[in-house]
């Protein structure tokens, strides 16, 4: 939004009279702009950033055409930036590795589905990896997090990461028989987890979520290390 409003002052000051103080200032700043392409002023970090846009040539012209069409394409621009910056900065990221197989930005029906609060947090803490599975706590310890391969969970001897949590520990069997279906448990991978957290069925992720909340309690009362 402040770039948006950044390139909607701009527009404003290409209409605005010359005699005008903020005419005269801009044009100032433009001047120096052209003269002194490495000093960085107000005009120079408008034109970069029209140019990461796509609209350096707007710039060139100082003319917009169709404002309303203008500014409304400068929006459209600038979502499907910080999206694409928003997905390579989760792709990137060494936490949150789960998340990366369900990241989608837009709003998540689960939010609406899940209309109990603490089963609506925990979800969305295991979804985005704010929780205390091994797979992320191991990263804490100090003085040096413990290797990746090494966060086993204490009850099954293998990596406890969300996966591990949700369809295979041992620990939360009965729990798992009561709340996620038969198609999830049996000859359980990845690709069915991933499922699993994209269902758009409200009964699927209520049972989900209460499942989880139910889990980590269980996982408190039996696991010494937390």
Same mark, same amino acid.
């Given at each position: 939004?402040?770039?948006?409003?950044?390139?909607?002052?701009?527009?404003?000051?290409?209409?605005?009279?010359?005699?005008?103080?903020?005419?005269?200032?801009?044009?100032?700043?433009?001047?120096?702009?052209?003269?002194?392409?490495?000093?960085?002023?107000?005009?120079?970090?408008?034109?970069?950033?029209?140019?990461?846009?796509?609209?350096?040539?707007?710039?060139?012209?100082?003319?917009?055409?169709?404002?309303?069409?203008?500014?409304?394409?400068?929006?459209?621009?600038?979502?499907?930036?910080?999206?694409?910056?928003?997905?390579?900065?989760?792709?990137?990221?060494? =936490?949150? +590795?789960? &998340? #990366?197989? @369900?990241?989608? *930005?837009?709003?998540?029906?689960?939010?609406?589905?899940? /209309?109990?609060?603490?089963?609506?947090?925990?979800?969305?803490?295991?979804?985005?990896?704010?929780?205390?599975?091994?797979?992320?706590?191991?990263?804490?310890?100090?003085?040096?997090?413990?290797?990746?391969?090494?966060?086993?969970?204490?009850?099954?001897?293998?990596?406890?990461?969300?996966?591990?949590?949700?369809?295979?520990?041992?620990?939360?069997?009965?729990?798992?028989?009561?709340?996620?279906?038969?198609?999830?448990?049996? =000859?359980? +991978?990845? &690709? #069915?987890? @991933?499922?699993? *957290?994209?269902?758009?069925?409200?009964?699927?992720?209520? /049972?989900?979520?209460?499942?989880?909340?139910?889990?980590?309690?269980?996982?408190?009362?039996?696991?010494?290390?937390?």
């Amino acid at each position: 939004m402040r770039h948006y409003n950044i390139i909607k002052y701009w527009v404003k000051l290409l209409h605005t009279n010359e005699n005008k103080f903020n005419k005269k200032i801009y044009l100032t700043l433009k001047s120096d702009s052209e003269k002194y392409p490495n000093k960085v002023n107000w005009c120079t970090l408008l034109i970069q950033l029209l140019g990461n846009l796509g609209f350096y040539e707007v710039w060139l012209f100082q003319e917009v055409g169709h404002v309303k069409l203008f500014l409304k394409n400068v929006k459209v621009r600038l979502n499907d930036l910080f999206i694409q910056g928003w997905n390579g900065r989760i792709q990137e990221s060494s =936490r949150a +590795s789960f &998340y #990366k197989h @369900i990241a989608n *930005f837009s709003f998540q029906p689960y939010l609406n589905t899940c /209309n109990i609060t603490k089963f609506r947090y925990i979800l969305t803490r295991l979804r985005v990896s704010s929780h205390r599975l091994y797979i992320e706590s191991g990263r804490w310890a100090r003085p040096n997090p413990i290797p990746v391969s090494d966060r086993k969970c204490n009850i099954c001897n293998v990596l406890e990461d969300e996966y591990h949590f949700v369809l295979e520990c041992s620990l939360f069997n009965d729990l798992r028989n009561m709340y996620i279906q038969r198609y999830y448990r049996v =000859r359980p +991978s990845m &690709y #069915k987890l @991933i499922e699993l *957290f994209k269902s758009d069925n409200p009964a699927t992720m209520r /049972n989900l979520s209460t499942f989880i909340y139910k889990a980590f309690e269980y996982r408190l009362l039996n696991n010494n290390r937390y």
